[in-house]
């Protein structure tokens, strides 16, 4: 019932209605606890998490710890080789997207990182215009815990993400509300340069077909979540998917947890990483001649019981 009221009468969105709950469990623990730090930090967490209600600002994780007893690595790149490893990885989506190009030419491996960039070529491999990269793993994964250690590009426009994706999540008939497929952004940085939230990634799962809807595809964005001064320090963001349920990570510290959809993907999925790349509105406000954005990347493991 006082969900029903949040939603339909304050029409606040589902990470809104999180941030409510989690306000009323923080109560609780101010009322119940006799640590002075404990009812500190409980304080403090309700105030973030009004922030979030009201104006739908990013919020500190605060979830659980994470716990990979009864995992085992199954999948590592530590990039330290002179190149891509083509054994394992393929370039990605080679060609037009969105206002520019994907392209294997901004993909290179440095000093133990895999960077991809975000410039503009003059002599680009399909022309002159915007350039960047994505690669994605050879080898599909159904369920584990994916996690990549990276420090995001810290420019206006691009923007960073590491996502898993169905063969056709955005199809009511095959993603049959996620148990066909989704897609998972594990982080997605959005927040260069925002004067509230900056230094914070989005964590979202797309599927279609949710609740028997066939028109379009429906979305669950779990909000916004700050890391650790991440356009310049290694973050780890780390995703969890288990047989009944989605839990996202960051530096090792749960953010949410979700059941979105008709149930968890059941499907292999690929392992993507990318410097995305906007729309040509957005990029026409950029110089250049002058621009150039780096996405670091040290690791990416796979883990599967």
Not at 147 to 163: H, K, L, Q
Not at 241 to 251: A, L, M, R, S, V
Not at 270 to 286: H, R, T
Request: glycine content about 10%; overall charge negative.
């Amino acid at each position: 019932m006082f969900e029903t009221f949040l939603v339909e009468v304050l029409k606040l969105a589902p990470r809104q209605v999180w941030g409510v709950e989690q306000q009323l469990h923080y109560l609780t623990e101010i009322f119940t606890s006799f640590s002075p730090k404990k009812i500190i930090a409980s304080l403090l967490a309700i105030i973030e998490l009004f922030g979030l209600t009201i104006l739908d600002f990013p919020t500190t994780p605060r979830g659980q710890e994470l716990d990979l007893t009864g995992y085992s690595l199954v999948f590592e790149d530590q990039f330290d080789a002179p190149t891509l490893n083509t054994d394992v990885w393929e370039y990605r989506g080679s060609g037009p997207r969105r206002g520019g190009f994907n392209a294997e030419s901004q993909v290179e491996l440095k000093n133990g990182n895999m960077i991809m960039t975000g410039e503009y070529l003059t002599d680009g491999a399909y022309g002159e215009g915007w350039y960047t990269g994505m690669i994605k793993l050879k080898e599909r994964y159904c369920k584990g815990y994916f996690e990549i250690r990276c420090i995001v590009n810290n420019d206006p426009g691009f923007w960073s993400a590491f996502w898993l994706q169905a063969d056709a999540p955005y199809t009511a008939s095959v993603s049959k509300g996620g148990p066909g497929g989704a897609e998972i952004d594990i982080f997605e940085s959005m927040s260069w340069g925002d004067t509230v939230g900056s230094n914070s990634v989005t964590q979202t799962v797309h599927c279609a077909g949710v609740d028997g809807v066939q028109e379009g595809f429906q979305s669950n964005n779990l909000g916004s979540f700050y890391g650790n001064n991440i356009y310049e320090e290694y973050n780890t963001y780390g995703f969890e998917w288990t047989d009944d349920e989605y839990i996202f990570y960051i530096n090792g510290v749960e953010t949410r947890r979700t059941s979105f959809g008709n149930g968890v993907s059941e499907v292999e999925e690929d392992v993507i990483v990318s410097l995305e790349i906007p729309a040509a509105e957005e990029l026409s406000e950029l110089d250049k001649e002058n621009y150039n954005t780096e996405f670091i990347v040290d690791y990416v493991r796979i883990y599967q019981k």
